[in-house]
């Protein structure tokens, strides 16, 4: 009889953000297969696991899925990890899942942390549609074609970037997501966990010396007329301003200053219409 192929989640920061199921399992499989070994390490180590871990990377994918497949089929059971998160989102494993598919391995999922979800449920957009779009793309000409692509996607949208290239994607995006809210988390669930919100531009001007790899959150297309002078309806204001701060995530600040330009009018008009709406409200 075969044995299991389970795909662990593990902590994307804080250590304690693991399942006691997936506790269990890494303890009782006969092997691990990880991204990373020495990260591996360090969280058996943390919860005084033994079992040992072997490499299983983008590089020698492989080389090494015979072996694992072999022993799988011996009747061994190998726990899948990445070096954070859930396996597969944007890690190597997805080969592994569907030769034991193919060759009728169970496979268990054990569920737990995953970025993409972290950063979602505090960015305050809405969760539904959302579409989980991976890493951005390394070279500039094919990250400006991606986010021309990714722009186009009206609803809810996720993906990653390093700290490194934080600056020039968000240079690049500020052509294509414009009127898009957006979030930044860094370094999620650890120590200097940092959530960053606003405008492309806006954000542009405050992330000084990023660190850390970044999720990024943008909020559904905002309808944004061309700047031409509209009569205000007070409740008509009003309901586009919900919208914005409840629906979109903006703040008080960010959504008056979205309606200014969509109505054409100063930002004081649009607060005065805010008032006089919540003036007559019981």
């Known amino acids: ?30 092997v691990i297969a990880a991204e990373d070994t020495r990260r591996t390490v360090k969280l ?5 696991i033994s079992t040992s871990a072997i490499s299983f990377h983008a590089h020698n994918t492989r080389a090494r899925l ?11 059971s190998i726990a899948l990890v ?52 991976g890493f951005a793309p390394n070279k500039a000409n094919d990250r400006k074609t991606w986010l021309q692509e990714i722009a186009a996607v009206p609803h809810t949208l996720v993906f990653f970037e390093s700290p490194h290239r934080i600056e ?48 990024i959150i943008v909020g559904p297309a905002l309808q944004i007329s061309d700047p031409v002078v509209l009569d205000i309806d007070s409740n008509r204001v009003g309901d586009d301003f919900r919208h914005l701060t409840e629906s979109c995530g903006l703040t008080r600040r960010q959504a008056i200053a979205t309606l200014a330009r969509k109505y054409g009018r100063p930002s004081r008009e649009i607060y005065a219409s805010l008032e006089e709406v919540k003036g007559t409200r019981p």
């Open 82 to 133: 990445s070096d954070a998160g859930t396996p597969l989102l944007s890690d190597p494993g997805l080969e592994l899942v569907r030769a034991c598919i193919d060759a009728g391995i169970l496979v268990d999922p054990i569920p737990g942390a995953s970025a993409p979800l972290t950063a979602l449920v505090a960015s305050g957009f809405p969760a539904h549609p959302v579409t989980f779009f």
């Open 1 to 30: 009889m075969s044995g299991t192929l389970y795909v662990v989640a593990t902590p994307i920061g804080n250590l304690e953000d693991i399942t006691l199921r997936a506790l269990r399992i890494l303890g009782e499989v006969a």
């Open 66 to 76: 015979p072996e694992l497949l072999s022993r799988l089929q011996r009747g061994e």
């Open 168 to 215: 020039a994607l968000l240079a690049d995006a500020d052509q294509y997501l414009v009127n898009r809210p957006l979030m930044l988390g860094r370094e999620l669930t650890k120590l200097h966990q940092e959530f960053l919100r606003g405008t492309v531009n806006e954000l542009v001007k405050r992330l000084t010396s990023p660190r850390g790899e970044f999720t």
């Open 44 to 48: 058996l180590n943390h919860h005084g």
